[in-house]
C-alpha cells in the first residue's frame, strides 16, 4: 500500500501527527513540572530526547532497508520537521499560558 501513496502526503501526515503529539505533551508537561517544582530545562532536555527516540525508527529502515527506503525518508523527514516545530513553538505556547 505504500507504493501507492505519493511521498509527499506520507510525509504530511508524519509532519502533523508529531506537530500536535509532541505540542500537546510538551505544554502538559510544562504544567506538570510547574506543579511539581521541576526546572523547565530539564524536561526540555527529556522531550528533545523523545523525539529522537520517536524518529529513530524511521532513521534505522532508511539506513538498513533499501526497499523501503523511499517510504522511511519520508516518514523520517515528517516525524523530524513535525518535532521540531512543535519543540520551538511549545514553549512560546506554555509561555503565553503561564507555565513556563
Do not use: N
Not at 30 to 47: D, Q, T
Not at 49 to 68: E, G, H, K, M, N
Amino acid at each position: 500500500m505504500d507504493e501507492f501513496l505519493p511521498a509527499y502526503l506520507i510525509r504530511e501526515q508524519a509532519a502533523v501527527g508529531a506537530l500536535v503529539m509532541f505540542g500537546v505533551l510538551r505544554i502538559m508537561g510544562a504544567a506538570v513540572a510547574v506543579s511539581k517544582g521541576w526546572r523547565i530545562a530539564a524536561v526540555e532536555r527529556c522531550f528533545i530526547a523523545i523525539a529522537v527516540l520517536y524518529c529513530f525508527p524511521q532513521l534505522f529502515d532508511l539506513l538498513t532497508q533499501l526497499y523501503r527506503a523511499r517510504v522511511a525518508a519520508a516518514e523520517f523527514e515528517g516525524k523530524a520537521i513535525g518535532c521540531a516545530v512543535a519543540l520551538f513553538c511549545a514553549p512560546i505556547l506554555s509561555h503565553r499560558l503561564g507555565f513556563e
